[in-house]
């Protein structure tokens, strides 16, 4: 795990650019099953499957609610009146269900592994108001949420009324804390010309392995889904999950690129001692 956080930007910024490119674009069920898999396990191992509850309940909202509002689809379940409940608009919130919750949870990894210094050095040599931005943001976004709870407890609030006011009170001071950052950043000279970053990345043989494993699939998954591999239809009707060569392919290509990062944090756990390979 800790490997995975010393990693260099480059192939972090490149592996997660990949698997949720991969995710969002693809309503194969083939592929949405193996992201969420990929994810759940590089969470379990990395101990951030806290909120994996919340997904599920948003996947199964997804799955109920999508039949509601779309009734495309030539497999009628049940009619209610002249309103048509389909199969296939379920099937389609379920997977829909299924990339929102694997996409969140590759976020959460992205979060904990492509920290703030990783965007900083990527970015602060060519683009240092993006990279100021973003480093800022993945700061703010917790230390905001933490100070909702934490007004909303000074204020005892138990009422829906006087949780928004807490949430309005965290929201002012967090803007307000934000333009402090930024005018403290812009009297340093942030962005006026070159400058030297906290962490000083390298590449070492690790990385440019994990580089072209990442490059190679990426570029792969891209490619065979270019061909025609993994097509999958919902509407009008739920079209066969293929197995050519291509698609076949394609799902062990991404298969890999997904396990990637659980098969780092293994091989560490492994080398570390704290996990023991079986003996036959």
């Known amino acids: 795990m800790r490997m995975l956080e010393k ?10 650019l990949s698997v ?51 009734h495309n689809g030539a497999t009628p379940l049940f009619f209610a009146g002249d309103t048509a409940f389909t199969l ?34 990527l970015l ?13 943001a993945l700061r703010f976004v917790p230390l905001f949420i933490g100070r909702v709870s934490e007004f909303a407890g000074a204020r005892r609030a138990k009422s829906l009324r006087e949780r928004l006011e807490a949430f ?5 001071y967090s803007a307000e804390e934000a333009m402090s950052a930024a005018d403290s950043m812009r009297s340093r000279g942030y962005g006026t010309g070159k400058r030297g970053f906290y962490s000083d990345y390298r590449f070492t043989c690790r990385d440019i392995a994990v580089l ?29 999950l293929k197995f050519r060569f291509v698609d076949i392919a394609l799902y062990a290509v991404f298969g890999i690129l997904c396990a990637l990062p659980a098969v780092l944090i293994l091989r560490e756990e492994i080398k570390r001692g704290y996990v023991k390979p079986a003996k036959n």
């Open 20 to 70: 949720v490119g991969v995710t969002i674009f693809s309503r194969n069920p083939i592929i949405l099953a193996e992201s969420l898999l990929g994810a759940a396990l590089t969470a379990a191992l990395s101990e951030r499957l806290h909120g994996v509850s919340w997904l599920i309940v948003t996947a199964l909202l997804a799955a109920i609610t999508n039949p509601v509002f779309s």
């Open 7 to 16: 990693i260099h930007p480059i192939p972090c910024f490149l592996y997660f």
């Open 124 to 136: 602060g040599r060519f683009f240092p108001a993006a990279g100021l931005v973003l480093s800022c």
């Open 88 to 121: 296939e608009a379920l099937l389609y919130g379920t997977a829909f269900g299924v990339m929102l919750a694997a996409s969140v949870m590759w976020g959460a990894s992205a979060v904990r592994f492509m920290t703030s210094d990783k965007y900083i050095w």
């Open 168 to 172: 309005s009170s965290a929201l002012s």
């Open 212 to 240: 072209i494993a990442v490059i190679f699939c990426g570029i792969s998954c891209f490619t065979l889904s270019a061909a025609g591999a993994g097509e999958f239809y919902f509407y009008p009707a739920l079209s066969t």
